[in-house]
């Protein structure tokens, strides 16, 4: 996996067909503006590469943090330019927002569900790179926070877009943005941000989603991918144009020869051998 690890990535894959993306840049995974990028061009790649992945685990190489965050001696932030003009300053400082925003929404345009399992603190930056996730495990141990307005901004990298729709309380997203106070993993499991705690820390916790993580990777990755997809989709939109959808998907999606290959493994109570999701490898060989 070393063509896809970099200066802080560390992509692993403990598993066939499963991959685990550790977050290094010691002391404390603070995002550089160089950090983010690396962090959206590696689940672009692995999906513009064709690379047969079908579930990604993504944590932190360090026992004690998941992420302390931006780094704001680094970030990018009020660099929109050196320009007199305020509206092209602007403009400068949007395209860098809109460019750090599709970095980590990256998890979301993956084909493959990608299972995000923190420990320890999850500073201001972690809860943004949490929600474009499909499933979230926290350690017992871990500590939230949603840190920009103590530091001066509202957040804007993806906790508002994602928060009020994953917990359903809008007071409650408000309480925890205005305040910044922190919330434990209980408290985060409360809401609805994760869907399991796992007793223990950063050992424990990925050791669970790596587990996961092989269940789904042992399944149709048409299945998987498609299911992703439409629940996205649902999210998004109304249940009529969410059943509407899913009628024109799945009428193309159930001519998979992976349906057939799921029958003729539990007739003779074998294991399914399923194609890779991706053509691209194959083609790119032609």
Same mark, same amino acid.
């Given at each position: ?14 598993? *066939? ?36 992945? @079908? ?38 400082? @949007? ?17 493959? *569900? ?10 201001? &930056? ?43 309380? &809008? ?92 029958? @003729? ?10 194609? *890779? &999701? ?9």
């Amino acid at each position: 996996m070393s063509q896809y690890s970099s200066k802080w990535l560390k992509v692993t894959e403990p598993s *066939p067909h499963v991959l685990l993306v550790e977050l290094a840049r010691a002391p404390v995974n603070a995002f550089s503006t160089e950090f983010w990028r690396a962090y959206g061009n590696l689940f672009d790649s692995l999906t513009q590469d064709g690379y047969d992945v @079908r579930a990604l685990v993504l944590s932190s190489a360090f026992p004690k943090i998941f992420t302390a965050g931006l780094d704001l001696k680094d970030s990018g932030l009020g660099s929109g330019g050196s320009s007199q003009d305020s509206a092209r300053a602007s403009l400068a400082t @949007r395209n860098m927002l809109l460019a750090f925003q599709s970095a980590i929404q990256a998890p979301e345009r993956a084909p493959f *569900p990608v299972i995000v399992a923190v420990h320890g603190h999850v500073i201001g &930056l972690g809860i943004d790179m949490m929600g474009p996730c499909d499933i979230r495990y926290t350690a017992s141990d871990a500590k939230f926070t949603i840190k920009e307005v103590d530091i001066g901004l509202a957040p804007d990298i993806g906790t508002l877009a994602h928060l009020p729709k994953i917990t359903g309380n &809008l007071s409650l997203v408000r309480e925890l943005t205005y305040t910044s106070r922190g919330f434990s993993a209980a408290e985060a499991l409360s809401i609805g941000l994760v869907s399991r705690v796992v007793e223990g820390g950063k050992t424990e916790v990925v050791k669970e989603a790596l587990e996961l993580a092989k269940v789904i990777a042992s399944k149709s990755p048409i299945a998987v991918s498609s299911a992703k997809h439409l629940i996205t989709h649902s999210r998004d939109h109304s249940v009529p144009e969410n059943l509407a959808y899913t009628g024109a998907w799945n009428a193309h999606a159930l001519m998979t020869n992976d349906i057939a290959e799921t029958l @003729r493994a539990t007739a003779q109570k074998d294991k399914a051998k399923f194609a *890779p &999701l991706s053509l691209t490898t194959k083609l790119s060989k032609l």
